[in-house]
């Protein structure tokens, strides 16, 4: 990364923000000062101008979140011109306004139809009784409707009432359709007061009569309810109508006018990051030290040589304010989405993503390793690459996909699988390792592998820490060259290796262990034991790998033991269908792991700001 | 009991308890990572990889088992 400063006349300012926007190439870093340079200030124009793109920018964010939405919608790059902002002013704060008052339309038509119906389930459970109370003002009708859950409640109250009442009055409770529980008490007007007491004591919601129909009884009420019930249902679907019409007819042009609004918006804030003299203007700000050339040659061609692109020496920044982009080969590129799971690697250190690019598809296909599945999945990851966009995720799962698919059908050919045991009698080769029976083989591959991945950690770590910590530096070499003397001395000391190795392995190790205390301090010893936990870590690719070949192996012999050849091939096509999930879960989960916990752990360092450069608006509009 | 089933009984209780351990130690990730989830469902990977942490156990567990049993037939 290269920080960069921009001068040129102080009346190209306002043509050089919108340019810098179009190249995408710079990010803005702080303005810069000094005598005679003062940051760049917003004109009483510029500011009503940032209120005005502010407003409509809210008015198109409600009007917008007030409609339905509208599908699918071609994300648009066109300039709102100066010319237009009072129109689309106006047309936003309008849409905004109908919008919101069709929204809370249906919405109070809504509460009322729900309203409505609950009244509707209570009027036809007590029918007969609410008929008869509207005929007399002898009494009074109290209406519950609770959940469910609250029954013993209604009960207890009405068993209370029904205990002072007498069987003269209804105490009648009732379950209504959508499972709640309505109970009615129809009760002499002239005792209303002392039964009021005992309902207030309950605590349960009455259900009142509804504002506009206040002050008549509920048999009354209610129907006249129901007669609103079916009026209710039109203007609901009117409203409804209105809206979606509203929607169609405003949303594009709102959509189309909120990406430049954005752009506007953002040149407007860039002003804050630049500085002016009385005569020039100075921009500084972050570009990749590869496009550097790029931006002299664009502001040329724009510009002509009126704006100087000034190169600003390194040790004139800290690296820690430098903004990270990864930059990789075409081919590694995809494998930055595993890398971006965590957080970007501080200036200056290692990226990881090629040496995750080349292990985590081996990992993968080291558990998975069966020729039948890596063609499966080679299939997969080309019919999703072609059914995607370039830089969606489909796409990225697609291009990590095909090595995964590529290193597992060269383990499948190494562990001679094909969909599990069935490649024994399928492959005309003896396989190189049998997964079934050489489990001790394959647990030495695991952790061989093992081994080899996390010495090439620590050995990151130390080339990484040689320019800050030459101490860490040196801790992590030890540790390195510790593993691999202590592993040949442990294959010698079992005859894996020549024994004439173990004594001078042994001694290279009582050598190298004050080193790592003298680098490392006594923490460098138990660096060193979790360190040997990492590389058994890796045990478990032959772990799952068996878990893998025994599952496709009982498929198989399941299918085989089926009396009917129809039966036994759908059970065993089923059985390999669940491993073949599984076996892209557990993969991708545990190689993860492995890279994250076991690999990183040895030289990452996290931190880094991400590259963000001053750029047009990307993304969905809506 | 022959050297054996000894041996066979020993592999099933070293994994046993080292799935039970990683069980006990996933079950509370598992509940905390939910909870996070809940309110930051963009953190859904890095919950995934810490539920898989604990597997180490499950799978040094599943190591020392089969070392017992190749052991125990001599392999």
């Known amino acids: 990364m290269s920080k960069v400063r921009l001068l040129g006349a102080r009346q190209q300012l306002p043509e050089i923000l ?17 005598p005679m340079i003062e940051p760049a200030a917003l004109t009483t124009r510029d500011r009503r101008c940032r209120d005005q793109l502010q407003r409509i920018g809210r008015n198109i964010d409600a009007a917008l979140a007030a409609l339905p939405t509208v599908s699918p919608l071609a994300p648009s790059t066109r300039e709102v011109p100066i010319a237009a902002l009072p129109r689309i002013a106006r047309q936003a704060w309008r849409t905004r306004r109908a919008a919101e008052a069709l929204a809370a339309r249906e919405r109070a038509l809504t509460d009322e139809r729900t309203s409505t119906r609950k009244y509707r389930d209570l009027f036809d459970a007590f029918h007969d009784a609410l008929e008869q109370v509207a005929r007399t003002s002898a009494l009074v009708t109290h209406a519950f409707v609770v959940p469910g859950r609250e029954r013993a409640a ?35 007007s002239a005792e209303s007061k002392h039964f009021e007491s005992i309902i207030a004591g309950a605590g349960l919601p009455e259900l009142e009569v509804p504002d506009a129909y206040a002050g008549r009884p509920l048999g009354q009420a209610i129907p006249l309810m129901l007669a609103r019930l079916e009026i209710v249902e039109r203007e609901l679907a009117d409203t409804h109508a209105q809206r979606a019409v509203l929607a169609k007819d405003a949303t594009p042009e709102l959509v189309s006018a909120r990406r430049p609004l954005r752009e506007s918006l953002a040149r407007l804030d860039a ?50 304010a430098a903004p990270v982009a990864l930059t990789n080969p075409q081919l590694f590129r995809p494998f930055e989405a595993i890398v971006r799971f965590m957080p970007l690697p501080r200036y200056g250190t290692i990226d990881p993503t090629p040496f995750v690019a080349v292990f985590f598809p081996m990992m993968f296909g080291m558990m998975l390793g069966d020729l039948g599945y ?26 990590i996909a095909a090595p995964c698919a590529a290193f597992t059908v060269i383990f499948g050919a190494i562990y001679g699988e094909v969909f599990g045991s069935a490649g024994q009698r399928l492959l ?12 001790l083989a394959a647990l030495a591959a695991a952790v061989g592998l093992g081994l080899a991945h996390v010495v090439l950690g620590l050995i990151l770590g130390a080339v990484s820490s040689w320019r800050g910590e030459r101490r860490q530096a040196i801790g992590r070499g030890v540790t390195a060259i510790m593993l691999l003397l202590i592993t040949t001395a442990l294959l010698a000391a079992f005859e894996i290796l020549p024994h004439a190795l173990f004594t001078p392995a042994v001694i290279a190790v009582l050598v190298a262990l004050p080193v790592l205390v003298l680098a490392e301090g006594a923490l460098g010893l138990l660096e060193l034991l979790s360190t040997f936990g990492n590389v058994l870590s890796y045990a478990r690719i032959m772990a799952l790998g068996t878990a893998s070949v025994m599952m496709a192996a009982v498929a198989n012999r399941l299918g085989g033991a ?55 608006a990307t993304g969905d509009d809506r | 009991m022959t050297g054996y089933a000894w041996a066979a009984l020993s592999a099933a209780l070293v994994m046993g308890m080292a799935a039970l351990a990683t069980a006990w130690a996933q079950s509370k990730i598992g509940a905390a990572g939910a909870a996070t989830l809940a309110e930051k469902p963009e953190l859904s990977t890095i919950i995934v990889l810490l539920v898989a942490i604990p597997e180490t156990m499950g799978v040094l567990g599943f190591v020392v088992a089969i070392v017992i049993l190749l052991r125990a037939t001599g392999t």
Not at chain 1, 271 to 299: D, M, N, S, Y
Not at chain 1, 374 to 399: H, I, K, N, Y
Not at chain 1, 577 to 599: D, M
Not at chain 1, 609 to 614: A, G, L, N, S, T
């Open chain 1, 18 to 34: 919108p340019a810098l926007q179009d190249f995408g190439l710079l990010q803005l870093a702080a303005a810069p000062s000094g």
């Open chain 1, 154 to 188: 209604l009960g207890a109250l009405a068993q209370a009432i029904a205990g002072q009442a007498g069987a003269h009055y209804t105490v009648a409770m009732h379950d209504l359709p959508d499972g709640d529980v309505a109970l009615l008490l129809l009760l002499p």
């Open chain 1, 374 to 399: 890596g063609v499966v999945l080679a299939a997969l990851a080309v019919l999703l690459r072609f059914r995607s966009r370039p830089g969606s995720w489909q796409r990225t799962v697609a291009e």
């Open chain 1, 428 to 439: 005309p080769w003896k396989p190189l390792l049998d997964r079934e029976r050489a489990t």
């Open chain 1, 562 to 616: 089926m009396g009917s050849v129809l039966v036994g091939v759908a059970l065993a096509l089923l059985f390999h269908l669940v491993n073949f999930g599984l076996g892209l879960a557990s993969p991708v989960v545990q190689a993860l792991r492995l890279h994250y916990v076991e690999f990183f752990h040895q030289f990452y360092s996290p931190g880094g700001q991400p590259y963000r450069p001053f750029a047009r």
């Open chain 1, 271 to 320: 002003l804050a990051q630049c500085a002016t003299t009385p005569h020039a203007f100075a921009i500084e700000g972050w570009v990749p030290t590869k496009a550097v050339a790029e931006l002299r040659r664009r502001l040329t061609a724009r510009f002509g040589a009126g704006v100087v692109v000034e190169l600003l020496a390194r040790d004139q920044w800290a690296s820690d």
